[in-house]
């Protein structure tokens, strides 16, 4: 089976889940912590390369403070607990705005915990249009390379997107690592994540003609 490099990981469907269940939108956002750990465990133990995580956008913020509250909340035990494994991780996003998360500053230059080997970004406070801000310095600067430029630099090219929760949408995911990912969505919300929605999406990739345009 060929394996893609690079997966991206867009976990929605948490609100809807939790309304499902009787509860508040805000509570939804932790029952997505132990399938984000399981996701990595499986994705390493298959040869994925590296991972993009979709924690919050900026976007996200400008719902209710408790929801806010919650998901900010969720992002950094998501984030401490990634860093208990083998991992290459790191945080992207606006560390400027006061809606990134102080307990994270410290992942946002790539660190190894414990053997390192497989890749682990996490998205957090993270706006396409924050990411894409300097490539106007593309245009006077001697670099050829747009991916230079860009602030989110550090993460390769995504091979394929996974995303649960049914919505057909990229909802700004990495603009330029995506522009020729395969797109596969789960109807699932991520909560109830099960480790035959990564088979199932590895085994509809294998089957996509990979051209990259040519």
């Not at 049914?166 to 994540?193: A, K, N, T």
């Amino acid at each position: 089976m060929r394996i893609p490099n690079h997966i991206g990981v867009i976990p929605d469907g948490n609100r809807r889940w939790s309304v499902d269940k009787g509860l508040s939108k805000d509570k939804g956002y932790t029952f997505g912590l132990d399938p984000g750990l399981s996701l990595y465990k499986l994705c390493k133990d298959v040869g994925v390369k590296e991972i993009t995580y979709y924690g919050f956008t900026t976007d996200n913020t400008k719902r209710p403070l408790l929801q806010r509250v919650a998901f900010v909340k969720a992002c950094v035990d998501a984030v401490k607990l990634l860093s208990t494994q083998d991992a290459e991780l790191l945080v992207v996003g606006n560390t400027n705005s006061p809606m990134f998360p102080k307990e994270l500053l410290p992942f946002t230059t790539r660190k190894t915990f414990g053997k390192g080997g497989i890749k682990l970004n996490f998205l957090v406070n993270y706006g396409w249009e924050w990411d894409l801000s300097n490539l106007d310095q593309n245009k006077s600067s001697k670099r050829s390379n747009i991916f230079d430029c860009i602030k989110t630099n550090d993460i390769s090219r995504v091979d394929l997107i996974i995303r649960w929760g049914g919505r057909r949408r990229l909802s700004g995911f990495l603009p330029l690592q995506s522009i020729y990912s395969d797109f596969y969505v789960i109807d699932e919300y991520w909560p109830d994540f099960k480790p035959e929605h990564l088979s199932n999406a590895l085994s509809w990739y294998n089957e996509q003609d990979v051209t990259l345009g040519g």
